[in-house]
């Protein structure tokens, strides 16, 4: 599976945007890249998905490098109820299902 | 409705017990999945069932024993777990298995093995 890279952990200030970015240089051109946060005590819950295009949702924006190789989900206000573990992940033709979360970023935010 | 039910919500177990966790999801989805995630590590994924089959076990433990009787429900049989065990194992859900398919996840649920 194609893997990603995201920061560690991230802080943001409450009603700012925040910008997350992940690197996937491995891509293949069949993957689609997906975001999934976890909210402390919960499950993941699906953020966004895309393939070339920046994509918008009425949780976030997902803006994806015309090369592919990196892409950036974007919170344009953030809430004290944003703060989660964000994880990027590529789901390709073959994976059938498979979700493989790395590390993810932790994002806090700060009222 | 887009909810994924996990009963129950934690479960306290000795090694020598047997148990079951089970999911429900009644959105019509065809596959479901069992992930296990330690305290401050990402989930990984177990089982997945496609259209009530067992399409993927990544090469878990015999002690872990998944079941899907029917589209709408999933078990996971437990038996003589090892405290290494102790995890949040979360169910989840998605229409089908393509790579553009959303999966929902349960709430979990957390295991203590003594």
């Known amino acids: 599976d194609a893997k990603t890279t995201q920061p560690n952990s991230m802080e943001s200030n409450e009603e700012e945007p925040v910008h997350l970015p992940c690197n996937h240089s491995?891509?293949?051109?069949?993957?689609?890249i997906h975001w999934y946060r976890q909210l402390p005590s919960q499950g993941p819950e699906y953020v966004i998905h895309?393939?070339?295009s920046n994509v918008n949702n009425r949780m976030a924006s997902l803006a994806i490098a015309e090369d592919r190789k990196s892409s950036t989900l974007i919170l344009h206000r953030a809430t004290l109820r944003d703060a989660a573990v964000y994880y990027c992940i590529l789901q390709g033709g073959t994976s059938y299902g498979k979700l493989t979360f790395g590390q993810g970023t932790i994002l806090t935010v700060h009222p | 409705d887009t909810e994924v039910t996990q009963t129950p919500k934690h479960l306290v177990m000795g090694m020598t017990n047997k148990k079951s966790l089970k999911c429900e999801q009644h959105m019509g989805h065809r596959a479901m999945y069992w992930y296990k995630q330690k305290a401050k590590k990402p989930p990984e994924l177990m089982f997945v069932y496609s259209y009530e089959k067992l399409s993927i076990n990544e090469s878990v433990p015999s002690r872990f024993s998944p079941e899907c009787p029917n589209s709408s429900l999933l078990n996971l049989h437990l038996h003589a777990l090892q405290p290494e065990d102790s995890a949040l194992y979360l169910c989840?859900?998605?229409?089908?298995?393509?790579?553009?398919?959303?999966?929902?996840f349960g709430p979990g649920t957390r295991l203590t093995v003594l």
């Open positions: 491995t891509i293949s051109g069949t993957d689609y």
């Open positions: 895309g393939l070339t």
């Open positions: 989840a859900s998605s229409l089908a298995r393509f790579s553009t398919d959303t999966q929902y």
